[in-house]
């Protein structure tokens, strides 16, 4: 195998794009802009600005994207890095984008060099600012990069980007598997409801469960084998299973607080601040105040209330009230109202849709273990630890 060389990154690139000090006029359609806000993970996720078709070419001066070139957030947040796969795009400020001399250096290796730890100490090391942190053009120019061989560099960037294609496939289903089950929802409980069913409270068909936090003071609370679940580990898990938590109490923690343990399958959502953010558990778990735990009252039908509260859950929040945070209350599920189908619908509703949770879950549970074994490779491939065969 070849050896590593260090270079400088102005010195393996070709074209250096960057629009920051411009400020484009922005519109609901057209143009997709991508900005430092939509860069994340490593790819560009569905854009919300735009600009007019007519404005592209009077704003893009500067140079047009090709696709795999890399764009890299130089602030707010810094260090994001994605690869453009539409070259139909406009660019935003706070990006700077990048397209490598194609004898020194693979795009998409670059890619992962700056998503790896190596890359991040090289662009936080020069990093200014107090109020913004984030890395000026000249100094980003002057940033040292290490290089393999160039097929060394394609065999790399193969074998990441085999585990991320893999990761998206996975996500696409799990999207596809809950719009077919919502889909049903909609079938039988909507579009198919009887005239004889009757209106009735929300609560009439689950049970609200609050949480509770034991005192962070007393380490003898944390640090066990009982998952907490936060608000913020419901957002980053919206509409989709939770698996495990950051954090974990004890026993002692448990009994000590007004804590409490959901089942698998519950759902949990916010209720106060970020309201209607919602998930399903995927093992049981403890969670946090200012969230509700949802659970079918006096049945097992855990799907159907999942779907149920996703059915419903923008009148829950347009319901939320607060001088300071938003809020839904118990008084905000016993005021809502929906239709109460026959409970052997709903356990045959249940029934039938509980394949699709099934392979949702299996799903997740993959996801999680390819993302485990990227996370690992990354750092041990970028540093030359582990070499790649060609």
Known sequence: MGEWKAYILEDI????????????????????????????????????EFIA?????????????????????????????????????ALAQRVITLRGKPNFVFNPFLKYYFQSPVGHYELDSRASGTTVFGIKAAVLRKVPVSLPPLPEQKAI??????????????????????????????QWFVEEAEEDWENGSLLELVDLIGGGTPKTSILEYWDGNIPWLSGGDIAANHKSFVQDTPKHITEHGLKNSAAKILPKHATVISARGTVGK????????????????????????????????????EELQSSAYGSVFDTITTTTF????????????????????????????????????????????????MSGEVRVAI
């Open 53 to 89: 078709l007519g404005d592209y070419e009077s704003w893009m001066t500067r140079g047009l994207p090709e696709i795999n070139d890399v764009v890299i957030t130089t602030e707010a947040p810094l260090g994001e890095v994605a690869l453009i796969k539409d070259k139909n795009v």
């Open 334 to 381: 016993k005021e809502h109202k929906v239709l109460l189908p026959p409970r052997d619908e709903i356990i045959q509703f249940d029934n039938s849709v509980s394949g699709y949770f099934e392979k949702m879950l299996l799903n997740k549970i993959q996801i999680r273990t390819l993302e485990k074994l990227r996370d690992t490779l990354l750092p041990k491939l």
């Open 278 to 313: 919602y998930c399903m558990l995927a093992q049981p778990m403890a969670f946090s105040q200012s969230n509700y735990g949802i659970l079918p009252k006096n049945s097992e039908n855990y799907y159907f209330i999942y779907l149920l509260i996703n059915h419903v859950v």
């Open 13 to 48: 690139i070709e074209k250096f794009i960057d629009y920051r000090g411009k400020t484009p006029k922005k519109t609901e359609e057209g143009i997709p802009l991508v900005t430092a806000k939509i860069v994340k993970s490593g790819k560009i996720i569905e854009p919300n």
């Open 157 to 186: 960037a193969s074998v990441l980007s085999s585990l991320d294609d893999k990761i998206d496939l996975l996500h696409r289903q799990n999207k596809t598997l809950e719009a077919m089950a919502e889909t049903l929802f909609r």
